[in-house]
């Protein structure tokens, strides 16, 4: 817990470092690109990571939108089963919502924990069940809805990222597997659109 309690504290100081000196690292990064290859190939690779990282801001985006959408749904429903402490484990699973495949599993724990807690067993298998049933319907009908329309991609190819990035690259893959499927897309279209052109150019 110490260990990653510092790793967080060091992460958000060099993210606020930076984020400060952004201009100063992109123009640096600009420079380098230029000398070491010709202009349109730099050009080219500016252009894959500006559309790159738009890419992942919406997906972020949308996968925020999301976990608040779910942890809102978890306290109407709660409130209305008259489940104990409705808004800390709301909080919770929305916020647990953000990460992939395992968010759901870690959500529901302490919402369990917290209903043996207040409750008896059976309102510990109401939250199990209320809870488990709440993150189906977000992974298979609206987390894919959401991140397809932000993205840009069909629920399909959310569902089929996630599960193959996943497979190859565990919960890291799980995690950037949308994003990197529509960076791959856009690369494939980019080039399919270039080869097209260049046939045109040649007839």
């Known amino acids: 817990i ?8 060091i992460a958000i100081m060099v993210s606020v470092y930076m984020i400060s000196d952004h201009k100063n690292i992109f ?9 070491v290859f010709p202009k349109n190939a730099a050009d080219t690779t500016r252009k894959i990571c500006r559309e790159s990282g738009t890419i992942f801001l919406k ?8 976990s608040l959408i779910i942890g809102i749904i978890c306290f109407i429903c709660m409130t209305i089963f008259k489940f104990p402490y409705t808004v800390l484990i709301s ?3 929305g916020i647990t919502n953000m990460i992939p495949y395992f968010g759901p599993f870690i959500g529901g724990f302490p919402a369990v924990l917290v209903a043996l807690m207040t409750g008896d067993l ?12 709440l993150q189906q319907f977000d992974g298979l009908f609206l987390g894919p809805k959401i991140l397809g329309d932000v993205v840009g991609i069909s629920p399909f190819w959310v569902l089929l990222s996630i ?13 950037i597997g949308v994003p990197m499927i529509c960076v791959i897309r856009m ?8 080869h097209n052109k260049m046939k045109e150019l040649d007839t």
Not at 122 to 133: E, K, P, R
């Open 187 to 194: 690369l494939f279209n980019d080039i399919i659109d270039f």
């Open 91 to 93: 909080v919770i699973v």
């Open 163 to 175: 599960t193959v990035f996943g497979h190859f690259f565990g919960f890291i893959g799980m995690f």
């Open 2 to 9: 110490v260990k990653g309690l510092v790793n967080l504290i």
């Open 27 to 35: 123009y640096n990064f600009k420079r380098v690109l230029y000398a």
């Open 122 to 133: 059976f309102h510990a298998l109401a939250v199990l069940v209320f809870v488990f049933a």
């Open 59 to 66: 997906f972020m985006y949308g996968k925020a939108l999301d």
